[in-house]
């Protein structure tokens, strides 16, 4: 499943309204044939920070067909704004720069009325995003997938990657956390070799080739090739530039396309929708099988678990071209392993973690929540600082791999808040912002915005501008350290 947009182009955004005329379910349904009891869920394209008006044209389709959806699948563009400053941090023209509805959720003001869960692409609060490198809860009742991941639902295996392929960062680790600069801001959503090569590991250890291991596969980018498999000219005549793009190899994530034929999701079909405006096919409902006595929660894939755990020395923050175990080239192996698939030892350990569920409570507010839309000038607001996020550290040290979000914190203070939710309760959460001395002149408390900034963080923000390297920077090949 793809969402429309295949390249760095914005696909735009703006209010919608379902009108009581508009058919709220343009796709028919499609439903896997056999079985008794089906998980219902909704797959839509490039949310764009609608989730109002996404979960009422869900509301509609339910009224409309009388059940209710199990789950909600997003397929990148989310954009889980907190605030304005997370503004700052997505890599859209200024046209674009809306807070949009996600506030609300993150707030409290709102909650999702069904579980949802979401990969990244390339309009996103990177920021925000980048203290979940292996996912988590960005608000009650919703789930980011993380850089790449797999997850169940129901029993049913769903895997993920997030950002769109450029082959220039492909090689390069994660890197990039606030403050961006105009490089690191693109790249911060960009694919990564890493993330692949860890999902190649799902395949099975037997080599059967007529397995499906994975029952859903999200992409944000289109797998390299996919107009092949349908109705291409109908295609090209819908999107005149896709034609060339596709022609000259461009058009999607060429390794995408590998992974497909690697992981075998389920051949149910492949889905490529567009994004949450009237008139639009965005949204796609599904009724697949599940066991009888399947609970409609998430939880995590044991199996991912353990290539999580068997390549963990490949998790760098430097910026460093990772070498793969299994690159194809001149460069001579570095490794004595080249398989990562889990063994049975491997699994083993993973069973002695005991309930795999993913918990529903380890959701805080990094960010300050905003209370309400103030119609504020970007020019007036500074960019969001990068937090330490709790469910980063706890996943880590209960799987025991390294973390990437305090891994990226230990590299500069510089821009590093202090969490909202460490914040004392009499402190006054309305929006605006300023600084607390704390005795660490890197750490800067974060409780909004404000049009006055106090000296201290204007001097971090004009500093901030020339943090950062280059996208033409030279990076030498470089072993992950063990």
Not at 39 to 57: L, N, P, Q, R
Not at 88 to 98: D, I, S
Not at 433 to 445: K, T
Request: with cysteine; hydrophobic share 30%; charged share 30%.
């Amino acid at each position: 499943m793809s969402s429309e947009a295949p390249d760095d182009h914005c696909c735009g955004s703006g209010s919608h309204e379902t009108t009581s005329h508009e058919d709220p379910a343009p796709q028919p349904l499609i439903t896997e044939t056999g079985g008794q009891r089906k998980a219902k869920i909704a797959v839509v394209g490039c949310s764009h920070g609608e989730m109002d008006a996404i979960y009422e044209t869900m509301a509609l389709i339910e009224e409309k067909k009388g059940y209710k959806f199990d789950l909600l699948i997003c397929c990148g563009d989310y954009q889980s704004v907190r605030h304005y400053g997370d503004l700052h941090q997505m890599n859209v023209p200024r046209t674009y720069l809306n807070l949009q509805t996600f506030y609300k959720y993150y707030s409290g003001e709102k909650v999702a009325p069904v579980l949802t869960i979401f990969i990244g692409g390339n309009h996103e609060a990177s920021g925000f995003l980048s203290e979940l490198p292996n996912g988590g809860w960005v608000a009650p009742n919703i789930y980011y997938m993380g850089f790449a991941n797999c997850i169940q639902f129901a029993g049913l295996r769903i895997a993920g990657l997030s950002g769109i392929y450029k082959i220039f960062d492909a090689e390069f680790s994660h890197h990039e956390r606030p403050p961006f600069n105009e490089s690191s801001i693109k790249t911060a959503y960009h694919v990564r070799n890493v993330d692949m090569f860890r999902l190649r590991q799902l395949k099975p250890a037997n080599d059967d080739k007529t397995s499906n291991p994975i029952d859903i596969m999200l992409t944000h980018d289109w797998p390299g090739g996919i107009p092949d498999y349908g109705n291409k000219h109908w295609l090209f005549k819908k999107k005149d530039r896709f034609e060339a793009d596709h022609d000259a190899g461009r058009l999607g994530n060429p390794v995408a396309m590998k992974l497909l034929f690697v992981n075998r999701p389920q051949p149910t079909r492949f889905l490529s929708l567009d994004k949450p405006i009237p008139g639009r096919q965005f949204m796609q409902a599904l009724e697949i099988n599940v066991a009888e006595d399947a609970k409609m929660e998430l939880s995590y894939d044991p199996q991912w678990l353990a290539i999580l755990k068997n390549t963990d020395l490949l998790t760098v923050a430097d910026k460093v071209k990772i070498v793969l175990p299994d690159r194809v080239g001149r460069e001579p192996c570095i490794y004595e392993r080249k398989d990562f698939r889990p063994t049975e030892e491997e699994m083993a350990e993973i069973e002695k973690l005991g309930d795999l569920t993913i918990k529903t409570d380890s959701f805080r507010h990094t960010a300050p929540p905003l209370k309400q839309e103030s119609g504020q000038s970007l020019d007036d607001v500074p960019p969001s600082a990068y937090y330490r996020n709790p469910q980063s550290a706890e996943f880590c040290q209960w799987l025991g791999i390294r973390d990437l979000n305090q891994m990226l914190i230990e590299k500069s203070s510089e821009y590093v808040g202090v969490p909202y939710y460490m914040m004392p309760d009499d402190v006054d959460s309305k929006p605006n912002q300023d600084d607390v001395d704390f005795g660490d002149d890197g750490f800067v408390i974060d409780r909004g915005h404000h049009e006055e900034e106090p000296e201290a963080k204007k001097i971090r923000l004009e500093d901030a501008e020339g943090v950062g390297e280059e996208s033409g920077d030279k990076s030498e090949d470089v072993e992950a350290p063990e």
